[in-house]
């Protein structure tokens, strides 16, 4: 790599980091220290704003970086994630995204403890989201950090550690200052620059094959090594039993957690209406869906015309495929063209990363302070604490993801998501459908169902081949691998849905009818809603 | 849409209080005797009055403003079930109904027989069709076309049989809700 891409891609990336700045500042000019403005932006964002912060929010680094990275090793098999990752949205938009904007106000928690009893429901819930978000924080650390790598040449571990702490501290920085409406925009610019360097790159991938799909496919396929085999899926989950149940099980995770993810939740909250809600999914799900589509194109290129070997060789896990096909494109390492366009696609990742790791910081606060802290604390505070709860709880959240990005440093991206969508689908998906469909769910039932989801969710990830027992696992010198699957969905979403059905029947407590009635008159018609 | 709430709430005061809500039953108390608190889904958030639905005793001394309170509440919370079960409430749930789930179960059989064919029958996904484009390719680009066709429907049926109603519904809820509340404050 030389100097130019280098100075280039942090002259963008700078600009970047400083137009957002601008914008925070520029935001919380107006900002009363209110919950409603710190948590939802005051809740005047526009369908179509927040259908492009949605997708903002959801295109992370795993998707533009992680898949396309998968598709140019693996072929066929990357492409499991794009159809999973959008498929997901159907079920937001069918049953979560008008419910939960109409019976709740800025969590999960929220929608559960409106018809339960209060304190434990929000403690569980809180805990979950937590979780679910550090998991996906981390996957956007190590994003970040594999990007930093090629840019700088791939071996300063200190620069690459540094990026992280300096992604974590603007992270801070964004959601302290600005609360939802600074992040909101932020994810609406970066959504646009995303969307702008993929069509282009896309372009530009198909002016090289003339615009012949075909033969893109065919020249993947040839390059790859493993001619016609690299278009049909087997290469990366076929073989064995245990590879075909963790395929499975990674495509449940993927089409059920994208419901339960804190931060995809608190976005329905910056619209005025469930009907605003309903069309900046529709908005959200045009974008993300030709984002995904062309993440195959891109993943397919990067085959063609880098070559699956170049990319292992930057990268192990993939996740330099898209910057090393821009340098291509543009017309190789030594001409302008190809720093530029590679400054331009480093800059866009970089941004990328920033904005979701806003967005969920954002929303991992908010459970801490709404549900947590409100929950756990003792004694009285003063009314405007729980902002400066949330304030806090960026920071602290904010150096957890960033110490726990610097040790997982070497898995993949999109697989890291993988883990996160897992746990959201165990923990929060049965929980959110139970209390808004089942007329006799009890504070009991919606307990266990996300203690009963994301504790098996994160045992079975412990037990499994990414911590221990295989040379690329994180502890690769100790042995406690007892599960084979690398993805836990297959077993612990339906543990949780049984968990909330187990406490439901098992509990002495009668639901209460009065509070179903309004939960459901509410999710339907928005009666009453804030 | 937001003017439609009756609430006395301003959004400068709802945002302000947001925080007080959690001070638990001596704060809620205090501002029982104002008007800033006549939505009942802020009561359950402030004090938990359903608590005393558990166990059927009430977690904190009744005093007479509190039992003002839970009566509104309560008259509230029959206005819900009285909305719950009326015609026009039964025809926009079954309407919501009708469409999501057998959509739902559709696009998840769909998507999950796709999944399980590509583990169990990748020689069946690598059958060519035209060119290099095969079964596997087809059908993963199949799903994003019923994916985007589907968002589309919903928000038609959604738009055209649903939106009216549900509109008409949620001023009428809101209306019945400030006259219960009225008529057991008076």
Known sequence: MTGNHQT???????????????????????????????????????????????AGDYMSAASFLGISGLIALFGYDGMLYSV???????????????????????????????????????????????????????????????????????????????????????????????????????????????????????????????????????????????????????????????????????????????????????RFYTVPTARAARRS?????????????????????????????????????????????????????????????????????????????AGITLASSASVAHDLYASLRRGRAKPRSEVAVARTAAVGIGVVAIALGLFARDLNVAFLVGLAFAVAASANLPVLLYSLFWRGFTTRGAVWSVYGGLVPALALVLLSPVVSGSPESLFPGLDFQYFPLQNPGLISIPLGFVAGWLGTITSAEVADEARHAETEVRSLTGAGAV | MQSSNARPRGSGGDAESTAETHDGHDQAHVEATGVRYDDPWYDALASGWGETSGDGTPVAPVDAARAERADRAAAAAD????????????????????????????????????????????????????????????????????????????????????DRAALELRWDTQELTRTARGGAAS
């Open chain 1, 8 to 54: 280039l891609a942090l002259l963008l990336f700078s600009a970047f980091v400083a137009v957002t700045l601008g914008i925070t500042t520029w935001v919380s000019r107006h900002r009363h220290g209110s919950a409603e403005e710190f948590y939802a932006g005051g809740r005047l964002f526009s369908p179509m704003e927040n259908g492009f912060a949605i």
């Open chain 1, 84 to 266: 999973g990752f959008l498929v997901a949205w159907l079920v937001v938009l069918f049953l979560v995204a008008e419910l939960v904007r109409n019976c709740g106000r800025f969590t999960l928690a929220d929608v559960v403890a409106a018809r339960m009893s209060e304190r434990p429901v929000r403690i569980a819930a809180g805990t979950s989201s937590v979780t679910v978000s550090v998991l996906y924080l981390v996957a956007q650390m190590v994003g970040a950090g594999s990007l930093v790598a090629l840019l700088l040449g791939g071996t300063s571990e200190a620069a690459q550690s540094w990026t992280v702490i300096g992604v974590g501290a603007l992270m801070v920085i964004y959601v302290s200052l600005g609360g939802m409406r600074a992040t909101t925009w932020i994810q609406i610019v970066k959504a646009v620059l995303l969307l702008g360097g993929t069509v282009a790159l896309t372009v530009l991938v198909l002016v090289r094959f003339h615009g012949d799909f075909d033969q893109l496919l065919l020249t993947a396929a040839e390059r790859s090594g493993h001619g016609r085999s690299f278009l049909a899926p087997g290469l990366k989950y076929g073989g064995d039993w245990t590879a075909r149940f963790d395929f499975i099980s990674l495509g449940l995770a993927l089409v059920l957690g994208t419901a339960g993810l804190p931060h995809i939740l608190s």
């Open chain 1, 281 to 357: 999914v529709v908005w959200s799900i045009g974008l993300i869906g030709g984002f995904y589509l062309m993440t195959i194109v891109l993943g397919f290129g990067a085959a063609a015309i880098v070559g699956p070997g170049a990319v292992r060789g930057s990268n192990a896990a993939g996740n330099t495929a898209v910057p090393l096909l821009a340098l291509d494109l543009g017309g190789g390492a030594d001409s302008t063209g190809g720093t530029v366009l590679f400054a331009i696609v480093a800059a866009v990742a970089f941004a990328t990363i920033l904005a979701v790791v």
């Open chain 2, 79 to 162: 206005v819900y079930l009285e909305v719950q079960r009326s015609a026009a409430f039964q025809e926009v749930r079954s309407r919501y109904r009708r469409f999501v789930v057998p959509a739902g179960i559709g696009f998840f059989v769909w998507y999950v027989a796709y999944v399980v064919t590509a583990t169990s029958a990748p020689g069946l996904m690598a059958r060519p069709v035209a060119g290099a484009v095969n079964v596997a390719m087809l059908a993963g680009l199949g799903q994003f076309l019923t994916t985007f066709l589907l968002t589309w429907a919903y928000a038609r049926h959604a738009r055209l049989r649903r």
